[in-house]
């Protein structure tokens, strides 16, 4: 029986996961703060300081959640002995993983957003064969818009929106590429991707 993982993203095409026709199989991971109540969640993936920053100052709550952390939260952690020592029992674990192609050494774990950890983490680490992304709007369209950035605020001017493109998209190849094994189903309203994808990546359009 195949392994199937759910990723649920921030974007506006996120809601897509209620049509889902898979959506009752297999595990689901969310990006930070689902946009929505997600059941049944394996873990919140998380790779940013400033949601560290918001947990611990109490402006986020996410005690619902196991949590998956990545490079720099487990900076935080190491520095914050008592925000870890309360919080440890919900860590199911640090993933620090982080592929070459995500760019040059000094600004790697950066460009490594949280959609981009989670699926390298349900394909390397959870042997995933089949992982199903939704609110991965930025695949598909100049859509920035994060329900993340609703809660904590970000740039979203449109020179950092297109550096981040730029940074993003390459990253999403990458992964599809490494994991040549794994089938990639990336859910939208139409199936114009923004980036080349291999026989392995297939396009829903609910």
């Known amino acids: 029986m195949a392994k ?28 930070n703060l689902p946009p929505f109540e997600v059941e049944n969640v394996f873990a919140s993936v ?6 560290m920053a918001a947990l611990t100052e109490g402006s986020l709550n996410l005690d ?18 008592s925000f870890y020592l309360k919080h440890s029992s919900r860590i199911r674990e640090f993933y620090t993983t982080v592929p070459k192609y995500a760019g040059p050494a ?23 064969d ?11 369209d100049h859509n920035m818009r994060s329900y993340t950035d609703t809660v904590l605020s970000s740039d979203r001017g449109d020179t950092n929106n297109y550096r981040l493109l730029n940074n993003w998209r390459p990253i ?16 939208h ?7 080349k994808i ?6 829903v359009v609910l």
């Open 64 to 81: 619902s959640f196991q949590w998956v952390l990545g490079t720099r939260p487990k900076i935080w952690m190491q520095d914050k002995g």
């Open 172 to 187: 999403w190849k990458g992964i599809f590429d490494e994991f040549k094994d794994t089938q990639f189903y990336l859910y």
């Open 106 to 128: 000094n600004v790697r774990a950066t460009n490594f957003n949280c959609g981009h950890m989670a699926t390298h983490y349900a394909a390397n680490k959870l042997k995933a």
């Open 4 to 31: 199937i993982v759910h990723i649920i993203g921030n974007g506006d095409k996120a809601v897509l996961w209620d049509k889902a026709p898979k959506r009752d199989k297999g595990l689901r991971l969310v990006c």
């Open 198 to 203: 291999p026989s392995n990546v297939h396009t």
């Open 130 to 140: 089949e992982i199903h992304l939704y609110g991965f709007d930025s695949l598909f």
């Open 46 to 51: 998380m790779v940013d300081f400033k949601m």
């Open 189 to 195: 309203t139409h199936d114009k991707v923004k980036v």
